[in-house]
Structure formats: C-alpha cells, structure tokens
C-alpha cells in the first residue's frame, strides 16, 4: 500500500504546454466527430442580449482544422487575446516598480508593526470584500490588475503567490458563482428565463455564506501551512514565473517622502480602477492603459529618470512572458472551436441528454451539463444567452422550478471558471503559476465545492 502511494506521490502532471496541446489536439479530433451547427438567434428585448431559438437548431458547414490551421489558430489566439496580456505586461511594471523602489515593502513593514501577528486576518478580510463585489456588482474582469498587488503583498509577508492569487481570483470568483444580484449572470439568466429579477435572493445568499466560508478556510489553511514550513507550498522548490522584486533583508528602513507619495498614488489607482470599471464602463483596454500610466507617474515621483523607468518596465516584462503565453493558447483552442462552429451542436447534444425520470437526478443532469458547456463557451453573458432559453424549458418538461435552472447556470459558469483550462489560464498567467501546480493547489477546493454545488441544487428542488 505505502509502494502505491510513493508512486502516487511521484506522479507528476505534464509541462502546462503539453496539457495544452494535448487539449488542442483533442479538440480538433472533436471537430472531425461532431457536425458544425448552430440556433438561430434573436435580440431579446428584456435583457438586451441576442438570444438562441430553443427550436432552430440545424446543421451547417463548418471548418475543420487542417494541420497547418492548427499553428493558424494559435498566432491568432495571440492576436485576439492581446488586450489581456499587454493589461498583464502593463499591471506587473507598475508593481515591480513600486517593489523596486521600495514602496510595498516599507508599506508592509508598516502593516505588519500594526497587525503584528495577525497578519493573515488580511486573507478572510479581503477575499470577503472581493467576494462581495463578484456576487453583487459581478466584477471580475476588473479585479485582474489586483492580482499582482496582492501577490506582491503576501509574497512580502512570507507567503507564496499562491495565497495572493487565490485572495482575488477564488474570493471574486466565488462570490460570482453565488450570484446575490449579478447582473452579468443571475441578472440576464432570470431576464431569460422569464423569473422575476433578483427573486429567490435569500436562498442565494445562504449559498454565498457557506463558499465564501469555504473558500476563506480553504485558502487560510493553506496560507499558515506555508507560513510554518515553506517547503509545504505547491510551488517550493519551483521558480516563480513572474519575479517581483524580494524585499530587503536587515533593519527597518525608513519610510521615505517620495516612498509616501507613491503609496498615496497606489491607493489613488485602486480607488480610479474601482470608479472606472463601475462607473465609466471602463474595460480592459482602459485598466490597461490605467496602469501603464501610473507606472510613469509613479516612476516619476519616486525620483526615478526617463531611463530607469524604462529599465524597470524591460526588467518586469521578462518575468511574465511565459505566464502570457498560455493564455494565447488557450485562446487558440477557444477559436478552433468557434470556426469549427462545434459548440451549438454540442449545447444541442447535452440537453437531449437530460434524464427525465427524477427531478433531483435532471436538475444535477442540468448542473452537469453547465459545467461542461462552460468549457466550451466562456464568459458569463454568453454561455446565458445560449443555453437558458433552452434549459429553461427542458426545467418546465422535466419538473423542475426555472429558479432551479437559473442556479444551475450560475454555478456551472462560475466555480468551473477555476477549474477549466480555457478559464482558469488567464488567471494562472497573472499569478505566474503554471496549470499543473495551479491544479495541485485547487483541485480539493474544486472537489469540495462540487459537492456542496449538487447539494444545494438538489435542496433547491424543493426550495423553488
């Protein structure tokens, strides 16, 4: 038994680009077994959005990819996902520069005289926070530029960039999942399915309460594992993909004038992002260009010349060109699929499959099926307005409420966002953590919450 288990342990996940490809590869031999075909579409006057006719679909001419398509597929990956990685390239200078000049470490000494040892009340503190935001406002996209900052923070405080990665992006994804008021999930599934907007809110908000506990635990258990013994993190032994600037060994140093104005600058762009994504419609290419700005303004204030700044921004692009790259690859495997046109027929094929003998066993059918439709069809809006005039029906012919339907959506959308590659990559590029060890850390969560998702769905039967 212990042999099975030392080889177990031995067992290590292939290279990132070698699950990637070997994903790639798979989806191509998909588009040579499954026919091309799509729904007709209409603009739905309530939500705004183009949604699908449940009744329309048929079979069209798609385009399989031959093998030079295939290399095609991936340079325009690239091309498409540009706004994200230079939003990537532009937020990790701006926190290398404020490491570099020694901004975040003289501001955690700080931290750490007022906290003392209760620093890791920061980890339940702000994945609550960002939870909030996910589940009410439906921010997400908008906290990407948040992920360094953070990771810069607890990597200084003695953690790995696990547990500043994980503080945004499992805190914001999770309160998404859960969905309180989302407009970008709950908000256009309800519209869809013609339930009343926001109804069903408190049992919703009991989901919330108990993933977010989830999910705070989760991370805080691994948090003090690492803090204790570090050789028990999931990266130990590994390089950081992304390099941020180690604060200084020795004796306190002083917390300089133009250290201050910086700091006051890097709380100003947290407050001028939180505006602009909420209030100005601002996007990627505007929180981009944001940080590329205060990356010069701040560079400017902490005495540094023309050339410095230009040597701090060289010097942070090298650490984060292999985390970027992964994510033009999986933007390649999502556009083979989109020009094979693959992904209606198999939205069509999955709902065909739905169970119609138990109420409880077709509703966790549907959350199934969700989930694996959200690794074809990413982005929340989207996999909406495609699937829910169709589950929203198959609800009324199996038996089963459509507030159940809506919630299956939710969770299928949102917690496999952490767990899908074609989601998830993004996210381990701004971490700078590869798949394989971002799978290593997450996969007990995602367990985990798998469960409590086919629970909750299963009592929503009888709640709705």
Not at 51 to 78: N, T, W
Request: charged share 10%; hydrophobic share 50%; aromatic share 12%.
């Amino acid at each position: 038994m212990d042999n099975l288990k030392n080889k177990l342990l031995r067992i290590k996940m292939p290279h990132t680009y070698v699950l990637l490809t070997m994903i790639l590869l798979s989806v191509v031999v998909l588009t040579y077994l499954i026919p091309a075909g799509e729904y007709d579409r209409v603009l739905d006057e309530i939500s705004g959005k183009m949604v699908v006719l449940p009744e329309s679909f048929h079979y069209v001419e798609g385009i399989r990819p031959g093998f030079f398509d295939i290399f095609l597929a991936l340079q325009r990956g690239y091309v498409s996902a540009a706004n994200i990685l230079f939003l990537i390239v532009f937020a990790y200078s701006y926190v290398y520069l404020l490491t570099e000049n020694g901004t975040l470490n003289r501001a955690i000494q700080v931290l750490v005289r007022c906290l003392g040892s209760r620093t890791y009340l920061l980890i339940p503190v702000c994945m609550l926070l960002f939870g909030l935001l996910g589940a009410t406002l439906g921010i997400f996209e908008e906290t990407y530029g948040l992920v360094p900052v953070f990771i810069g923070i607890m990597t200084a405080l003695g953690y790995d960039p696990l547990v500043g990665g994980a503080m945004v992006y499992v805190g914001v994804a999770t309160g998404f999942a859960a969905a309180l008021t989302n407009p970008f999930s709950v908000g256009i599934a309800q519209s869809i399915a013609e339930v009343p907007i926001n109804s069903g809110l408190w049992y919703r908000g009991v989901i919330f309460v108990v993933f977010q506990m989830v999910a705070i635990w989760y991370v805080m258990r691994y948090a003090r594992r690492v803090k204790a013994d570090p050789t028990r993190s999931v990266l130990y032994g590994e390089p950081y993909e992304v390099q941020i600037p180690a604060p200084k060994d020795g004796e306190e140093d002083a917390f300089t004038l133009r250290q201050k104005l910086c700091l006051v600058l890097f709380f100003l762009t947290i407050g001028i992002l939180l505006y602009g994504t909420t209030q100005l419609g601002w996007y990627i290419d505007e929180i981009a260009a944001m940080f590329l700005m205060m990356m010069v303004i701040t560079g400017v204030v902490g005495g540094y010349s023309a050339t410095q700044i230009c040597q701090s921004f060289i010097a942070s692009t090298k650490s984060v060109v292999p985390s970027i790259l992964v994510i033009g690859f999986t933007r390649g495997i999502l556009l083979t699929m989109q020009n094979a046109m693959i992904s209606d027929t198999i939205v069509y094929g999955l709902a065909r499959m739905l169970s119609y003998s138990n109420r409880v066993f077709s509703a966790v059918g549907m959350l199934v099926l969700q989930n694996v439709i959200n690794f074809f069809i990413t982005g929340s809006s989207s996999q909406a307005t495609i699937t829910m005039p169709i589950m929203a029906p198959v609800a009324d012919i199996v038996g089963i409420s459509r507030q159940t339907a809506v919630l299956c959506y939710c969770f299928g959308d949102g917690f496999s966002d952490m767990f899908w590659p074609t989601a998830c990559s993004l996210e381990c590029g701004l971490m700078g953590v590869s798949l394989n060890k971002w799978y290593k850390f997450m996969a007990p969560l995602f367990a985990i919450m798998v469960v409590l998702q086919v629970v909750f769905i299963g009592i929503s039967v009888y709640v709705y």
